[in-house]
């Protein structure tokens, strides 16, 4: 239950071109990247699917695609391969590059990095902090990694059965946690973290 609300606006049951409209303003970056693409498809196809939804002609949308590839860490080529031609780093570069495509105001990104190795997780962290600071959209994180949260995030909420149980800025919750639930997911927290990602 409850409603979702963005810019002021109840989106919960928005649909047909409202939806639409708002779907160029909110992008999503999954868990799984090997399933989030369509393996029928060239990777340039489907991140230039949506500009061209949009109205995009189908040249530009391309041509954007190669830029956004670069941009995330790939040659522009990339385009001309199908997906399963990629490792899982790869490929959620390539949904990222997706995501971009339309020029978000928001991106959520649910447990983007989860699926990965660890030190893929580190360089694909590092990439959502680079695009942001580029394109300047803002990102909702969802993770069950505390390190992840405390890397990517200026303010967290604990959440636990849909139920907000915490919410306060990185400092906060991580040096004065006030929930007991909170406590003890600081305190299972694996040691390593990717602070220095954000020059912490």
Known sequence: SGTI?????NITHLAGPDLQRLRKSIQVVLQDPYSALNPRKLVRASIAEGP?????????????AEELL???????????RYPHEFSGG?????CIARALALEP????ADEAVSALD?????????????????FGFAM???????????AVCDDIIVMKSGEVLERGTV??????????????????????DFLALRGK
């Open 5 to 9: 609300r963005y810019n002021g606006h």
């Open 52 to 64: 061209i939804i949009h109205g995009m002609p189908k040249k530009k949308a391309y041509a954007r």
């Open 70 to 80: 670069e941009l995330t860490g790939l040659s522009s080529t990339a385009g001309q």
């Open 90 to 94: 790869q490929r959620q570069r390539i």
């Open 105 to 108: 105001e928001l991106l959520v």
């Open 118 to 134: 660890v030190s893929v997780q580190a360089q694909i962290l590092k990439l959502f902090a680079d695009m942001q600071n580029r």
């Open 140 to 150: 909702l994180f969802i993770t069950h990694d505390l390190r992840v949260a405390r």
């Open 171 to 192: 400092t906060s919750v991580f040096t004065h946690p006030s929930h007991d639930y909170t406590k003890a997911l600081l305190a299972a927290a694996p040691t390593s």
